[in-house]
């Protein structure tokens, strides 16, 4: 974990190239549709547990070149299952590549924070850092808005218990505005 985060940084910052003209910021909303997965015996047998929630936040967009662009995420996400919900702070680190006239396919890793599970902070036995790769869609509307459809798949376990196996995966569609 403390590699990636460590590439996290040296990437946010290795766009020497990059000038203030270059990045755009903005702001996105959106929906999630969250699945939990919870495996507690050796033989493949679990539960799965949805939960349809939202996510908000700051987006940057940097233009690296007319078909790529770096786009880091500050998003505060509600997600889990209908039995319980986690509150996260996520930073998805987002590349995006420019297909066509504004449609672009997105991939990247996503860093998360739990804040909390069912409203308490008293979290032992919770994973606080949690990874994630995403990959998805998006359309440029017009300069300033745009829309997105993204897939996460959760890679960390949400508990410390070696004896459980748990995921999350959440499928996201949002809509943003980007300043000028």
Same mark, same amino acid.
């Given at each position: 974990m403390k590699k990636l985060c460590l590439f996290a940084i040296v990437t946010i910052?290795?766009?020497d190239r990059v000038n203030a003209q270059d990045a755009k910021?903005? =702001?996105k909303v959106g929906v999630n549709f969250s699945q939990l997965h919870?495996?507690?015996n050796d033989f493949g047998s679990g539960n799965s547990d949805s939960r349809t929630g939202f996510f908000i936040g700051g987006v940057a967009t940097i233009e690296i070149s007319e078909k790529f662009h770096f786009?880091?995420?500050?998003?505060?996400?509600s997600e889990g299952g209908d039995n319980?919900?986690?509150d996260y702070i996520n930073l998805p680190l987002m590349g995006k590549y420019y297909a066509a006239d504004g449609f672009n396919l997105q991939f990247g890793p996503q860093l998360g924070y739990l804040l909390s599970v069912d409203g308490e902070t008293d979290l032992e036995g919770a994973?606080?850092?949690m990874l994630g790769l995403n990959?998805?869609?998006?359309?440029? =509307?017009?300069e300033n808005f745009f829309t997105m459809a993204r897939y996460d798949l959760?890679?960390?376990s949400l508990v410390d218990d070696s004896t459980i196996d748990s995921s999350q995966k959440s499928f996201q569609i949002g809509v943003g505005y980007r300043f000028n």
């Open positions: 910052f290795s766009f910021f903005g =702001i919870v495996n507690t786009q880091p995420e500050l998003l505060y996400s319980v919900a986690f994973n606080r850092l990959f998805g869609v998006g359309y440029d =509307i017009n959760g890679l960390s």
